[in-house]
């Protein structure tokens, strides 16, 4: 009907025939029931005329409903098109009939669902060629220092008792470096990738810290650091994996040892609370800046590169730690000043 | 579900592993003390004992106040009913491990048949696996509890091979018998000790899961 009567004129000839139509058909009904009377005449006169005019003005009003809709319609399938062809910059109306909109809100969605799908796989891209890019060089660094001494010594060093030895034990150091590196990058892959199952047990927190005390007191002490035990109780029963916490401790209180100048005091120890103990490790060293406490978890982010490099990290022990506390359900703290100092606490469940 | 018995549930479940905590650090020492002859060592080991034994007393009472006030049902009631055996089990480890450490000072003097019978290569299995079962537990991992109770066919093996080390060693020298005959007795406990860890396991399928898989009931490898 709508494509017979498509056209504006069309439909107002259509109402005027319905109309004559009508007319003639209660006329003769009026003949046949012999209905003789002015007002029964006029006022069927009258109703044909109602109806054909209500008629037009549905017909007008169903017209221009679906041509609105079909217009609707056509927007989306161009944007659904546009979509299919990767163009994501498409913003479809939410309006038109109730199943109309709810099309245009939902694909909308769908948008920007995949939008921040794509932004979150291209961020993972970058990281991961960051993170390549920071493997090839942190290894190659080592490397190109051990072939660096062993070239010089092949040449002629070896027999120079002057640098062989020690040119051999740098060479020694960076293969140790190298060799540190590659173990943090299997750890951290390990945690990553979920492979590492953690082993939580109930164990003493005092003894635990205070053998870790024990073991880092040597390395302080050659560089003239002092380690404070702050142990005040007896026996406290924490959970966690004592293995992997064993490997966090070491990591803080590496860098402790690491970022202190000599003389520095470095202190570890925990607080008591209700629920839990907090475990700390203070240094009197440098301190870190406030613009990087936000970034120091980051594979490989360094506050000060050549400082860094001079002390010798992996550039991935605070990851680990973030990644074996996170797998506690616990967090990191930092608090830091710069010159004064920095403290890395961290809760665990009793 | 009230506060009251989620509380208990929850000290339940944390006696439980530290229980398992001690239990695993008391195997720990028991076959290291084996393997280094180390008479000592054991003495903690014993001490140990004790705390293991304090737990076994304080988790039975836990779960009879718990099935009587509580009346839990589902899976509260099967961490209850596992709660019961891995009690049963953890207790019965720990005594194996005072009964490994018994066999420390006979052996003492036998270091040599001691290593040579690898000891500690099947007690690192067994290990592994009490080690792994409680971790199973924690973890609610009824995968890895699959995984321990294939597992211990290996150490029933181990034990075969070894076995028939020492007895072939006892024949080949009268003065082997004595030690010889330690080792065996320190050979079997072991083997126990993985009988217990497959038990605790399949415990935890059954906690999981709720499946029954002891005695074969049903496919382990499914």
């Known amino acids: 009907m709508n494509r017979l009567f498509s056209s504006y004129k069309q439909r107002l000839v259509l109402a005027i025939v319905l109309g004559v139509l009508l007319y003639l058909f209660l006329g003769q009904l009026e003949n046949m029931l012999s209905l003789r009377n002015a007002l029964v005449h006029y006022g069927l006169e009258i109703a044909s005329a109602v109806i054909a005019v209500f008629f037009f003005i549905f017909e007008e009003t169903y017209a221009a409903f679906r041509r609105r809709q079909g217009s609707i319609l056509a927007t989306i399938i161009d944007a659904l098109r546009r979509i299919s062809a990767g163009d994501l910059s498409v913003q479809l109306p939410e309006a038109g009939g109730v199943e109309l909109s709810k099309i245009g809100k939902l694909t909308n969605q769908i948008v920007a669902n995949l939008k921040d799908d794509i932004s979150k ?35 002629g060093a070896i027999d120079d008792p002057g640098v062989n ?35 939580f047990r109930y164990f003493d927190i005092t003894e635990f810290l205070r053998t870790i005390i024990e073991e880092m007191i040597p390395k302080a002490e050659k560089k003239s650091l002092r380690i404070e035990n702050r142990i005040i109780s007896q026996e406290v029963l924490v959970l966690g994996d004592k293995e992997r916490l064993r490997q966090v401790m070491y990591n803080l209180v590496d860098n402790a040892i690491k970022y202190t100048d000599s003389g520095g005091i470095i202190e570890v120890g925990f607080v008591e609370l209700p629920d839990s103990v907090r ?16 970034r120091i978890f980051e594979r490989f982010y360094r506050v000060d590169k050549d400082r860094s490099r001079s002390v010798g990290g992996t550039g991935l022990g605070l990851a680990i730690v973030k990644h074996i506390i996170d797998a506690h359900k616990s967090k990191v703290d930092v608090k830091s000043e710069l010159g004064e100092g920095s403290e890395f606490s961290f809760l665990l469940k009793k | ?133 409680i971790d199973s537990f924690i973890h609610a991992d009824a995968e890895l509890a699959r995984r321990i109770c294939r597992q211990d066919d290996v150490v029933d093996e181990m034990n075969r091979q ?48 709720a499946k029954i898989i002891k005695h074969h009931a049903a496919d382990i490898g499914e």
């Open chain 2, 162 to 209: 070894k076995f028939r080390y020492v007895i072939g060693e006892m024949k080949s020298s009268p003065d082997l018998i004595e030690p010889g005959a330690h080792l065996i007795v320190a050979l079997k406990h072991i083997e126990r000790v993985a009988d217990h860890a497959t038990n605790i396991a399949e415990d935890v399928v059954f906690l999981v899961d």
């Open chain 2, 1 to 133: 579900m009230h506060r009251h018995f989620e509380d208990l549930l929850e000290t339940l479940r944390a006696n439980l592993i530290k229980m398992g905590s001690l239990v695993d650090e008391q195997l720990d020492l028991s076959f290291r003390a084996l393997h280094d002859g180390n008479v000592e060592a054991t003495n903690r080991v014993y001490e140990t004992e004790q705390k293991v034994n304090g737990f076994d007393n304080l988790l039975d009472k836990e779960i009879d106040e718990i099935m009587a006030l509580e009346q839990p049902v589902a899976a509260d009631l099967r961490l209850v009913l596992s709660a019961i055996k891995m009690n049963h089990e953890l207790e019965r480890i720990g005594d194996v491990a005072v009964n490994i450490a018994q066999r420390v000072e006979p052996l003492r003097d036998y270091p040599q048949l001691v290593h040579r019978t690898a000891i500690l290569e099947m007690g690192d299995v067994a290990r592994q696996m009490v080690h792994d079962s």
């Open chain 1, 121 to 155: 796989l291209k961020k993972l891209e970058r990281v991961r060629s960051e993170f390549l890019a920071n493997v090839s060089h942190e290894l190659r660094t080592p490397i190109f220092s051990i072939q660096g001494f062993i070239e010089t010594l092949i040449d």
């Open chain 1, 165 to 199: 030895r020690e040119f051999l034990q740098k060479a020694y150091e960076h293969s140790e470096r190298l060799n540190n590196l590659l173990n943090d990058l299997i750890e951290i892959s390990r945690i990553e990738s979920g492979e590492m199952r953690m082993s």
């Open chain 1, 279 to 294: 475990v700390f490790v203070r240094d009197t060293g440098s301190g870190i800046g406030k613009e990087h406490l936000a």
